[in-house]
């Protein structure tokens, strides 16, 4: 099933300057881009943000260093659930790095007086983290960069989106964290992890940018035909291998970072990939063994800019993990109405993964630590 998903989306008729020119000109009717008229969006944006925060008794502050934000709503959400509400629960304020336009004078006079020239550029402004508990995606992030041309970022998790699905088909189910340890219907969770598909997220992503997002006016919105493109970021696809005992995960694991770490050649992450080794490769190309924040170790396989992992969770179950931060590595465009081939793809290298493991413990010497 697909584990982390990460989209971004943009404004397609806002995010060329010579759009924001037309639209300020002809739909707004404002000859002069100045600063000014650039920031009062800005302003009018954060304004209303305070406003439906303060209407609707929804807490906002300011992100703290060195705290992690899921761990600091987590209690947040755990009472969401416990109600069984759903809505925002958190607004977060972050002062981060992004894309944005500048307005300014031309280098030479030119015989239009409101002439500007505006222009991309990166800044630190405002960003606006809304969580959210979804009646259908369950709990997803929702990132609003407060300065135009306002480009949104969501954060949502395929194993949320399966319990809502087994809860509604009233299976029984035990679930930690991100990960399934017991279910009464195997088939019926599998075809959970299979119903998430493009149309649904793009449905409740349009639904929560509508109602959280930067405001434009019915004949705006007409006029630019302003619609999200929503492009994939980041994924990651997982298989899970469950066990009625800790003690054969431990001994596999052990056994295959062994021999990960020695087999685990070049050729061979590129086989699992599915892809070729060129001389102009760029990323990373190589197997480590790590350990984070005095955690399970784990085993990751690098090819450019995306990696297979292996790692031991809850003393029940192996999981053998794709993350792709690039999909343009597997050749595949990454708008979000390209998921149903990306699950096509990433299953195909956690199978390949899968097999090369079965492959290198299925030897006579294993046999006894495993029997």
């Not at 030479?108 to 990166?122: E, G, H, I, M, W």
């Not at 959970?192 to 997220?201: F, V, Y």
């Not at 694991?253 to 699992?272: N, Q």
């Not at 292996?310 to 993990?321: A, D, I, M, S, V």
Request: with cysteine; net charge positive; glycine share 4%.
């Amino acid at each position: 099933c697909f584990d982390r998903i990460v989209i971004n989306g943009y404004l397609s008729m806002l995010s060329r300057p010579e759009n924001v020119v037309y639209f300020f000109h002809k739909v707004v009717g404002i000859p002069l881009i100045t600063k000014e008229v650039l920031a009062q969006r800005t302003h009018d944006y954060q304004g209303w943000v305070k406003g439906f925060a303060r209407n609707h008794n929804i807490p906002i502050q300011w992100a703290e260093k060195g705290v992690k934000k899921e761990e600091f709503v987590e209690p947040l959400l755990r009472r969401m659930e416990q109600a069984k509400r759903y809505g925002v629960y958190f607004i977060l304020q972050s002062m981060e790095q992004g894309a944005t336009l500048r307005s300014r004078k031309p280098k030479f006079a030119t015989a239009d007086p409101n002439y500007q020239v505006l222009s991309k550029c990166r800044s630190r402004f405002t960003h606006y983290y809304f969580y959210i508990r979804d009646p259908a995606l369950g709990a997803l992030v929702l990132r609003v960069a407060s300065f135009l041309p306002f480009h949104t970022t969501y954060w949502l998790n395929g194993h949320h989106f399966i319990e809502i699905e087994l809860n509604r088909s009233r299976v029984q189910f035990r679930k930690n964290d991100n990960a399934f340890v017991s279910v009464s219907n195997p088939k019926a969770l599998q075809d959970a992890a299979d119903r998430l598909s493009p149309q649904l997220i793009r449905q409740r992503l349009d639904y929560w940018t509508f109602v959280l997002g930067p405001k434009f006016s019915e004949r705006e919105r007409k006029a630019m035909n302003l619609h999200r493109f929503y492009a994939i970021s980041q994924i990651e696809y997982c298989r899970n291998f469950i066990f009625k005992r800790h003690f054969p995960i431990q001994n596999l694991f052990k056994r295959s970072c062994e021999l990960g770490l020695l087999l685990l050649s070049a050729d061979k992450i590129s086989e699992f990939f599915g892809q070729r080794i060129r001389k102009n490769l760029k990323g990373k190309l190589h197997t480590t063994l790590e350990r984070v924040d005095h955690g399970h170790h784990i085993l990751r396989a690098y090819f450019k800019n995306a990696f297979v992992k292996q790692y031991e969770k809850f003393l029940t179950f192996l999981r053998g993990e794709v993350c792709s931060n690039n999909l343009a590595d597997f050749h595949l465009k990454k708008s979000l109405d390209r998921l149903p081939a990306v699950r096509q793809v990433l299953s195909e290298v956690t199978d390949r993964f899968s097999a090369f493991q079965a492959q290198t413990l299925n030897v006579h010497v294993d046999f006894a630590l495993f029997q």
